[in-house]
Nanobody, 113 residues
Framework: VQLVESGGGLMQPGGSLRLSCEAS????????MGWYRRRAPGKQRELVA????????AYADSVKGRFTISRDNAKRTVYLQMNSLKPDDTAVYYC???????WGQGTQVTVSS
């Protein structure tokens, strides 16, 4: 499975961005998917949000109420809507096919005035 993220960029605090992650597999709908981020080189990736094949959703405490994960199985895509962005959200964001451990290449999100 190949995963390709898009939608990152530079945003001012309080702004919004939507990340997308398209998967190459036609059986995307059976996989649990997650968004992770790495805030600095050498630091571990941390789970931001996950969405199961059954639609079950979980968020890190730091993004609850601000970020929304969703998926469109017909488009083989998982999304991360990020609102009320803070400088602490600055990171490289990765999507993962949790069941098989496949990662995308990452997309940079920078929140700065």
């Amino acid at each position: 499975v190949q995963l390709v993220e898009s939608g990152g960029g530079l945003m001012q605090p309080g702004g919004s961005l939507r990340l997308s992650c398209e998967a190459s597999t036609s059986i995307f709908g059976i996989y649990d998917m997650g968004w992770y981020r790495r805030r600095a080189p050498g630091k571990q990736r941390e789970l931001v949000a996950s969405i199961g094949a059954n639609g079950k959703i979980a968020y890190a405490d730091s993004v609850k109420g601000r970020f929304t994960i969703s998926r469109d199985n017909a488009k083989r895509t998982v999304y991360l809507q990020m609102n009320s962005l803070k400088p602490d959200d600055t990171a490289v964001y990765y999507c993962q096919c949790i069941d098989i451990g496949a990662w995308g290449q990452g997309t940079q999100v920078t929140v700065s005035s």
